[in-house]
């Protein structure tokens, strides 16, 4: 987000969350909210759950106020 020019970029991941990991906002002023994910054994690892994206879109916009949510 910052090589793309974010300005006000916060890594806020940690309990309580509200599944945002990042928050920046982009050149155009969108207020972007980013949930990072990974498999903790790479492709042969348990795939991430419906439920983490759920939360995710129930909060990016209504909690976070985002305007892209990822």
């Not at 509200?18 to 790479?42: E, F």
């Amino acid at each position: 987000m910052v090589r793309d020019g974010a300005t006000n970029v916060r890594r806020v991941g940690g309990a309580g969350d509200n599944g945002a990991d990042v928050v920046a906002r982009d050149p155009a002023g969108q207020l972007w909210i980013i949930q990072c994910k990974h498999r903790k054994q790479g492709l042969g690892g348990k795939v991430v759950g419906v439920q983490e994206f759920q939360v995710l879109n129930g909060t990016g916009r209504p909690v976070h106020r985002g305007n892209v949510v990822v």
